[in-house]
């Protein structure tokens, strides 16, 4: 059977204000708040069972000389990769979740530096204004304005995605994420892309290179969905 696409819950609605990036120190994060309608964003269709609420955005990115997305797609690595790491709504909360195979569902979204991008997108524009701001480790800055999670994905083509059961990428690497990983890059401009590479960890040092190096499929069964809902394993 093909598999479903991936159905988008509330991800149109403005987010409650306010929406804080927070340098970690070892990625730049935003805690995802409830919609101005007093609910999550969620996702479901695909692999999962049951909805996942949204939690959270961080990115992985490289460096000026090199490419930084935690996957590769035909053996291809692009330059930066954001996760919008959701919850499975039977659990309380991301920990409870974390124990269970079932418990985490992660959009992988690639971007393509370009020097002049043929796209801009608002709300990604938003997100990456504020970088300057929070250099500095355990700094943050308010986005100013109000977006939707949606609007952070841009135009990109939703339908067509590869999807596995696998792990996080950072320590302990609990077996609990259904990985979804879109196939086409958004563009991203050079003057944006370089504000990721400026941020700095807790010891001052520029933050590089922060994605786990590809892990064996070990025999686990990669689903990819084309836009025509076809199944490849």
């Not at 909805?51 to 997305?69: C, D, K, M």
């Not at 930066?80 to 790491?85: A, F, G, T, Y």
Request: hydrophobic share 35%; charged share 20%.
């Amino acid at each position: 059977m093909p598999l479903p696409r991936i159905f988008f819950g509330n991800y149109d609605v403005k987010l409650e204000r306010p929406l804080t990036l927070v340098n970690k120190g070892y990625t730049a994060d935003m805690v995802i708040p409830e919609t101005v309608n007093g609910q999550k964003p969620f996702i479901t269709g695909g692999l999962l069972k049951g909805e996942y609420v949204a939690e959270g955005i961080h990115f992985h990115w490289g460096s000026p000389v090199s490419t930084g997305a935690e996957h590769t797609i035909n053996r291809r690595r692009f330059d930066i990769e954001m996760h919008i790491v959701h919850r499975n709504r039977r659990y309380s909360d991301v920990t409870e979740a974390l124990n269970h195979p079932d418990g985490i569902a992660v959009l992988g979204v690639m971007f393509k530096v370009k020097e002049r991008p043929n796209r801009i997108f608002p709300g990604l524009k938003k997100l990456f204004g504020v970088l300057p701001n929070v250099v500095d480790y355990n700094s943050a800055s308010e986005l100013p304005g109000s977006i939707t999670l949606g609007q952070l994905l841009g135009d990109l083509n939703t339908r067509e995605y590869y999807t596995y059961k696998g792990s996080l990428t950072t320590p302990q690497c609990n077996e609990a994420v259904t990985w979804t990983v879109f196939s086409n890059p958004l563009p991203i401009s050079y003057a944006d892309a370089s504000k990721l590479w400026q941020l700095l960890d807790s010891n001052g040092n520029f933050i590089g290179n922060n994605y786990r190096e590809v892990q064996r499929r070990n025999n686990r069964p990669v689903f990819y969905r084309t836009s025509k809902n076809y199944i490849y394993g």
